[in-house]
Every structure is written in C-alpha cells, then in structure tokens.
C-alpha cells in the first residue's frame, strides 16, 4: 500500500534547496510500489515528476502533480571471468556506491568519487569525471515503461549515450522510470589518474604508483577544493556543460586568449571548461541577493539561503548571455529546469 503525501515542500528533496511545493508526493521502494504510484497519476490525470537525489535539477515553479521519490535499494553481485558484474537498486546513493567499490579494491569508478545523486539518474545524464564516464563501466539497465506498466531492459547500444546525454534526456524522457542499473567492475583494476589536478595531488602526496583508493582519494579531495557542500550551501554541483567547439573556433579565441585551455573532444572539435569561460568573463563570486556564482568554482551557481528558483534560473540566463557576447559560445546547462 502506497502512502500519499499531500501539498510538499520539495525544499529537502532538492540539493539547490529552494522551495516549490508539490501536490501530491509518495516514496517507492519496489517495482509493485512504483506501478501503483503510476495508477494513482493516471486515475487523478496527474502528471509525474521522478526524484532520486535532486541533484540535477532547478524548480522555478510549484509541480502540480505527483512526485516520485525513487527509494528503490540494494546490490547485487556476480562474478564472472575476472570482473565482477553489480545490479544496483535505482535509489541508492551514487557516492556510496562508488565507496562500495572501492573499499572492495574494485576499480573503474573511483574517478566518480563524490558525484551526488542516485544510482538511477547516472545513465540519464551520464555522469562523468575526471577521464571516466557512466557509459565506461555500464552493461545494461532495467526501466519502467509509464505506457505499458512493463520493466524493459536497456543494452549499452540502446542508451544511445554521449557527453552528458543518453536517450532518457531526448527520444524516451518521461517515458521511462530506471528502476535498476548494472555495471561491471574489475577488481585490482588500471587507474586513470591522465587529468591534470589528478596527478598534481598524488604528486604532492608522493605517490608515484597510486592505487583504487590513492585515486578515490584525490578526487574526493580535488572536488572538495573546488566544489561546495550541498550540505553546506544550496548548490547543484556543475551547472553548465562544458562547450565543445570547432577546432577553428577553438583557434580564433586563443588568438585573443591565450591561456585558454582545451581538451581534444573529435577530430576537428575540442572541449572548452565553461568554468573558465565564466571566471574569465569575471563571474566568480558574484552575488545578488542570495543567488550567486561560487567564490572558488565558477561553473557551480548557489543558493546563499533564500534564493528562489526563478532568481537562480535569471542569473543563469545573464551568465550565458554575456558567454554567448564575448566568446560566441553557447553555454547549455546541465540541469533540468523544472
């Protein structure tokens, strides 16, 4: 039996912490829960918002429908030549996950250290860090079909994923409801530790031939540094993608700036940090009222304490402008905007 809450302030379900009330809310911890939540929608004609960790999205409005918080738990494991296959439940913590992997000496996640969110919203974005990607580690996962009620199974090849995309963002948003996801680790895996910031730290700690744990550790740390603490200031963590742009686009603007740096992304294309654009163009740690950027990372916008969505969405808007005027680069966000 599925307990419905009504008239919900989403403030502690979102890591941005602003607040929109939504009508009707219901946690689902299995299968059978989540298609009565859905029976619920459909008898009311309600429409449907997921939420794992509310890490990767921006309310600006209140939802007048009902909202799903996905608390589906557990792992998992089989081995099988050599490496060790993991079914994750869609509502465990991502961090968490990655720590599971890596007390275990299990490697190809440690780059994804400290990443918020759920299990379940890391194949819609695919998430990534540091030279790794979802997509990197991922086999298959199980979704919920809102048109039929059935669980499908989705291959690698049917994610369609790219930088930051999957399927789930475009042809099947809302269709879908990931209810499990599996990945396969190796354990005394190679680690990759070829971004800058990476190998700095670990030489400043004197490790030459770091481990899983060596390498963990110093993301953990980097993102610390350069990333704030939603516990600790209402954030999203990246906001915005970081550009990818022709290499003679690439060309023109180091005519003009000349410590811009790039990261080859195809061919004839490069990826530009969009943090760098954004402190350059001189955002940094500006603030009006309580919606501002980061004082340490450009590319994070925060909420000090009583920022609204709609003031959040609005600085957003003025930052891609001005990125759009100086630099003719058209910065896309990361999070969905609600």
């Known amino acids: 039996m599925i307990q419905i809450q009504q008239n919900v302030d989403l403030s502690k379900y979102n890591t941005m912490r602003v607040s929109s009330n939504a009508r009707y809310l219901v946690e689902v911890d299995s299968v059978e829960t989540l298609r009565d939540a859905i029976r ?3 008898l009311n004609d309600l429409e449907v918002l997921v939420l794992g960790g509310g890490s990767n999205l921006l ?22 030549e050599g490496r060790i296959q993991l079914k994750v439940g869609a509502g465990e913590d991502w961090h968490e996950l990655v720590m599971f992997c890596v007390a275990r000496n299990w490697g190809g996640v440690e780059n ?21 990607e979802l997509e990197d580690v991922f086999i298959e996962l199980e979704a919920f079909d809102l048109e039929t009620g ?16 999957s399927i789930f963002k475009n042809e099947l948003k809302g269709k879908f409801i990931i209810t499990s996801v599996s990945l396969c680790v190796t354990p005394n895996g190679d680690v990759n530790y070829s971004y800058a910031s990476l190998s700095q730290k670990l030489d400043e700690w004197g490790i030459s031939a770091p481990t899983i744990q060596d390498v963990s550790k110093a993301v953990i740390d980097v993102r610390r540094s350069k990333l704030p603490d939603p516990e600790d200031i209402g954030n999203n963590g990246s906001f915005f993608k970081n550009p990818i742009i022709s ?4 060309n023109e603007l180091n005519e003009r700036y000349k410590d811009i740096p790039s990261y080859p992304a195809s061919s004839n294309e490069v ?49 891609r ?7 003719g680069i058209e910065l896309e966000r990361e999070v969905n905007i609600l």
């Open 59 to 80: 309310f600006v409005n209140d939802f007048n429908g009902l909202v799903i918080l996905i608390r589906l738990s557990g792992i998992e494991i089989k081995e099988e």
């Open 321 to 327: 402008h001005d990125i759009k005027e100086k630099y």
């Open 271 to 319: 990826k530009v940090p969009a943090g760098w654009l954004i402190d350059h163009a001189g955002w940094k740690g500006y603030r009006n009222g309580d919606a501002g950027v980061h004082e340490k990372q450009a590319l994070v916008l925060v909420n000090y304490e009583h920022a609204t969505g709609k003031e959040i969405m609005e600085l957003s808007e003025k930052i």
């Open 112 to 132: 994804l250290s400290l990443i918020p969110g759920t299990v379940g919203a890391a194949p819609i974005q695919n998430i990534g860090a540091y030279g790794v």
């Open 150 to 165: 059935e669980v499908r199974i989705f291959k690698k090849e049917d994610c369609n994923f790219g930088y930051r995309d």
């Open 247 to 250: 290499i003679s686009h690439y």
């Open 40 to 42: 619920f929608a459909r």
